[in-house]
């Protein structure tokens, strides 16, 4: 199977940063996508971020120029450096990441895996 566990989490005054970390583990062929949404009380998860398997990125206008998401593939990681962060990024932050691995009888399965949520809190 295959696990991914999330840090990087916590408090942070407005302006600071804070980089998240989703490492993968197990019985994994290759990544595909990867991303990063959050859910903040009483809304909707979001997309926040994503990367391809080739490097390309795509971000919610709310955080562009001020988010960076990034993976090393040796790692099967992802990363999101968070600057100048504001009250609004307030969140739980999720990775998922798009996992090919061997399912039965040798076939090749594609799933979507979500990290268990880091909190994000941002405030003075």
């Known amino acids: 199977q295959v696990q991914l566990v999330e840090s990087g989490g916590g408090l942070v005054q407005p302006g600071g940063s804070l980089r998240l970390s989703c490492a993968a583990s197990?019985?994994?062929?290759?990544?595909?996508?990867m991303g990063w949404y959050r859910q903040a009380p009483g809304k909707q998860r979001e997309l926040v971020a994503t990367?391809?398997?080739?490097?390309?990125?795509n971000y919610a206008d709310s955080v562009k120029g001020r988010f960076t998401i990034s993976r090393d593939n040796a790692k099967n990681t992802v990363f999101l450096q968070m600057n100048n962060l504001k009250p609004e990024d307030t969140a739980v932050y999720y990775c998922?990441?798009?996992?090919?691995?061997?399912?039965?009888?040798?076939?090749?399965?594609?799933?979507?895996?979500w990290g268990q949520g880091t909190q994000v809190t941002v405030s003075s």
């Open positions: 998922k990441l798009e996992i090919w691995r061997r399912g039965g009888s040798g076939s090749l399965v594609k799933s979507d895996y």
């Open positions: 990367i391809t398997s080739g490097g390309s990125t």
């Open positions: 197990g019985s994994i062929l290759s990544i595909n996508d």
